[in-house]
């Protein structure tokens, strides 16, 4: 491990090497050299470190002079892609001459070559996640074409590669998700699979990028994801325990019910020869699994407590058991391209009717140390979660090596509440360097009427017209609603002189970019 004074300079180094020029900040370089120790010494670190310190560099800066592999963990892919392809490749260029590092993403994130070779006969003829097929609708079908030409060049397989948002449904008809991907060992396709190529990299790699969610798929499944490291880096870390409850609990939809019906009866079909089977008991079953969601928003499943809702969910579990022994007698010889095709479509719809079998058996069984709801509005659901994550986390993450957690907004006592113990964990606050009192000005609109009457909408345009007219352009309106959204940019478009950009329009990282 270098001396302090290594990673003062590399730091100034590096912050002279951005666009324009820059130089290190007080509360950067104090971070830079806490985490250092932290490296050095296998302590954990909390550091809370405001906007504008430069954080992400204080903590890459030492994790690639540390001759260790780091895994640096973020909650949003924004920040995972700015780290990959601004921060690391300036330290590679500038301070730190042959690191080697990969972002790694879940499974879904990549296109998967299998159902990419499955579709070629007719690629806007792929089923969607709703039965549909994509030439049913135009747009559709166009996407499906484009997101497979692409699939033709890339090098990556890398979902966030694409200059446009895909429609989740198109995305789905190829790509995989970990619940139905067999592995590449039992796939024909496997030695050219994307997402195993990224593990590849990341396990070569001396800083590996990924996100929460990844981090709990990996605590999830007792550390089989992401690649053997010496210590792990949390940006954003006041998302981490609402992240990894959701990781490391369960959540059944009638989305996901329906779709993994669907799947496993176009599957079947070809064999069977038609004729209603087990997957269309489940279909029936959807609707009836939805509305008595709808009349539980909100309620709490408690062990034992017995009612409607859980024997729908023991019927639904028995329903998918026989599904899931269906597909399987009629697995079978793959000696044919045709043949093998199928195998695999059976495979994939036999894994994940399985692995929501097994879910919902979680459910029925409910342990005391876990906690299920019934989540309402557009999240409608049956969620289940760990009622305490610190005990997978003292185990599996602050027991195995040193660990240092970030970010603007992190709580009082957040580390021992995760699992860390305070013995092991130093603290630091660097503050910010930005006076806000002095550059920011808070504005309330109370004049605007309340959003449930007719004439809110049009205020709002015109206030902001006015406040976009005002900072010539340089603007970012957040809304809670997407159909609002997108009538307010319509609205707005034709009054300003200034671009509109609307998510949904380009891919997230083309609107950053023109942002």
Not at 464 to 486: D, K, N, P, W
Request: hydrophobic fraction near 45%; aromatic fraction near 4%.
């Amino acid at each position: 491990m270098g001396s302090p004074s290594r990673v003062t300079r590399a730091l100034a180094a590096a912050a002279a090497g951005l666009p324009g020029g820059g130089e290190a900040r007080t509360g950067q370089v104090e971070m830079a050299l806490a985490v250092e120790r932290a490296l050095s010494s296998g302590r954990h670190l909390v550091a809370r470190a405001g906007t504008g310190t430069g954080k992400s560099l204080a903590y890459l800066v030492p994790a690639a002079l540390s001759g260790k592999r780091v895994v640096v963990a973020t909650a949003t892919k924004a920040l995972q892609d700015q780290l990959a392809t601004k921060d690391l490749p300036l330290l590679a260029e500038t301070v730190a001459p042959g690191l080697e590092f990969a972002v790694l993403k879940g499974r879904s994130n990549y296109v998967c070559v299998q159902r990419l070779r499955e579709s070629r006969s007719d690629v806007e003829q792929v089923r969607l996640g709703d039965d549909r097929r994509a030439d049913a609708s135009p747009a559709l079908g166009a996407q499906a074409r484009r997101v497979a030409e692409w699939a033709d060049r890339t090098t990556t397989g890398d979902r966030a590669e694409l200059d446009e948002e895909i429609d989740p449904r198109v995305w789905s008809s190829f790509s995989v998700g970990s619940e139905e991907c067999p592995g590449a060992f039992a796939c024909p396709s496997g030695g050219d699979c994307f997402a195993e190529a990224a593990r590849a990299r990341a396990a070569a790699a001396d800083v590996v990028v990924v996100n929460l969610h990844l981090l709990g798929a990996h605590l999830a499944s007792g550390g089989a994801v992401l690649p053997e490291h010496d210590a792990l880096v949390v940006d954003e870390a006041h998302e981490l325990e609402d992240v990894l409850s959701a990781s490391l609990g369960v959540r059944i939809t009638p989305g996901r019910l329906r779709a993994a019906a669907f799947a496993a009866r176009a599957a079947l079909v070809p064999r069977s020869g038609g004729g209603r089977g087990a997957a269309d008991d489940v279909l029936d079953m959807c609707d009836r699994f939805e509305q008595a969601l709808r009349d539980r928003e909100g309620e709490r499943l408690r062990p034992g407590g017995g009612g409607e809702l859980l024997e729908l969910l023991e019927l639904l579990a028995s329903r998918l058991e026989r599904l899931v022994g269906e597909l399987g007698e009629l697995g079978g010889p793959t000696g044919s391209p045709v043949a093998a095709e199928r195998s695999q479509q059976l495979a994939r719809a036999t894994l994940r009717a399985g692995h929501l079998r097994e879910e919902l058996a979680m459910l029925v069984s409910l342990d005391d140390d876990k906690v299920a709801w019934v989540a309402g509005g557009q999240r409608l659901g049956i969620e289940l979660a760990p009622i305490d994550v610190s005990p997978v986390l003292s185990t599996q993450v602050f027991g195995a090596r040193p660990v240092v957690l970030t970010s603007a907004t992190i709580p009082p006592g957040l580390a021992p509440h995760l699992g860390a113990r305070p013995e092991q964990t130093d603290e630091i606050d660097v503050g910010s360097p930005f006076a806000y009192q002095e550059h920011a000005l808070l504005y309330c609109a109370a004049h605007l009427p309340d959003r449930r009457r007719a004439d809110a909408e049009p205020a709002i345009v015109d206030e902001l017209v006015a406040l976009i007219s005002a900072a010539g352009g340089r603007a970012l309106a957040l809304f809670t609603s997407r159909a609002a959204m997108e009538r307010t940019a319509e609205a707005v478009r034709g009054r300003v002189d200034h671009p509109i950009l609307v998510q949904g329009d380009r891919s997230k990282a083309a609107l950053v970019g023109e942002f």
